[in-house]
């Protein structure tokens, strides 16, 4: 039997667009919208049929965010822009800081992407995935996209990959980051109708012995998890579920790695109690490089499915074992299952963890964080968004920002989402690839049209 077949098809081209977002996510999000209101027809696809990637299906809806946003910014106070414009109008239908509800605040943040997308004339085709660059030579003039009706083309002056995993930048041949980085894949859940009262009155009063410490930290030892110490208080209970088969508190998947809700518990929300699972590789070399192959799909199928089945084991376990969880239930399990790290494309600069120590500056400048040294901040050059190895592709999110970790905080993937849509409509307006606009404009556009506060260079 043949082992390849090959693939001839002709495809409709539904659509002619300056700009063409692939995802909806954290990055892609500010980047169509930007685009769209600097005068560039604006297409934004995503897989989902909603808005917000990790923030809107993936319901981790703050983090880092709402950090940002009290501490770090202390002088600044807010996000600035389009983002800052997203937090607000996100902010009017929440009592509290946006993120301090992950659960209802997910909703708010995919309708507010919505309306943002709605007034900018962004073209939306959702429920749809983008698969296949459409390539001359090294350079991509667009995607075909599989919808619902079948694939469709659509022609693009400026492509930008904010797929959160590079999908894009890898079938137009980009130069790849070899080997995975800080992969540490997650889902959020909830528990309802737990008597939150009992439950917060009961914690504490838990007495946690050296054996149970022992004995979680020897289960973490063999089994190569980590973070289960957010769990401590539930040790007693987790050891007598453990004891009698009932529960595993740290669950291998196959041979690929091991969960565990690595993150705990949420601080309740009316009767509801969030978590997050996590997963561990079982080569566990190091605190930040592990191996899972995120390329591969059966791979993270497989590690999808063991994730789900542990929220529900640990639901049950919850029902049966915890003080306030008698009548409670597994109420949801977010769709969205993804790594914090990832595979990434290689663009004109990497940032490194050094740069941000150090206080790194650059003449391309796009956008600036805080070192550790109070006021002072370090520079993201526009080079890190601009893929090596393929012209007319841009690159947002995750999918262009690898390391240092923390460089893929929610906060910066919105502002840098909102400088690659900038980036993008200049390229179109100055007729050339991305690589080659005037950054010295996209800074001026930027503090004057976005109001972000950049240095002057
Ligand atoms: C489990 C987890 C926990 C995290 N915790 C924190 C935290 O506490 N604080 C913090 O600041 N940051 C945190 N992060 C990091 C932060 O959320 C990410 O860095 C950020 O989401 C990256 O934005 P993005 O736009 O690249 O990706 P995403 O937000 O994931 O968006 C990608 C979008 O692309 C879409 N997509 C993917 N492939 C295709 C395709 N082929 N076709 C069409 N659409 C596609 C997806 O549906 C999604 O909407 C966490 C990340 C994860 C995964």
Redesign the pocket.
Known sequence: MARKIKLTRSVEVAAEVDVLV????????PAAVAAARAGAKTML????GY????????M?S????H??IEQKFEQLQRLFGISGEFVSRCEAHTDHLLGRDYFRDSQVVAYVWQRMMEESGVDLLLN????DPIMEDDTIGGLI?ETRSGPVAVRAKVTID????A??GKRAGAEMLEGARYV?????FAIANVDTAKYLAWLPTVQVSEEDDKWAMDVQKTLGSWGSGHMRNLFPLMRQAWRVGEYRFIKPIGTIGAVTVDHGFYKPVRDIIGG?V?VADSNLTSDTTRQIDVGNHRVMQELEQGCRQYIFETAQFMRRYVPGFENSHLHMISP?F???GCQGMICEYRLTKEDAANGARFDDVIFQDYTNEPGQTYDFPYRQLVPKGVNGLLA????A?IDPPSN??????LML?EVTGAAAALAVQQDVTPGKIDVHRLQAILREKHRHPLREV
């Not at 696809?45 to 989902?48: E, L």
């Not at 703050?62 to 965010?65: E, S």
């Not at 540490?184 to 959020?188: L, Q, S, T, V």
């Open positions: 692939a995802g909806g996510g954290i990055g892609g999000c696809v995503d897989r989902f808005l917000g990637g990790n923030m809107g299906p993936g981790f703050g983090g880092v965010l950090l940002a749809a995935c983008a698969t996209i904010a797929t959160g995993n999908e894009v540490h894949p997650g889902m959020y997050q996590g969205y993804h790594n914090r947002t999110g995750k999918s920002i893929r905080a929610r906060w910066k993937m989402g």
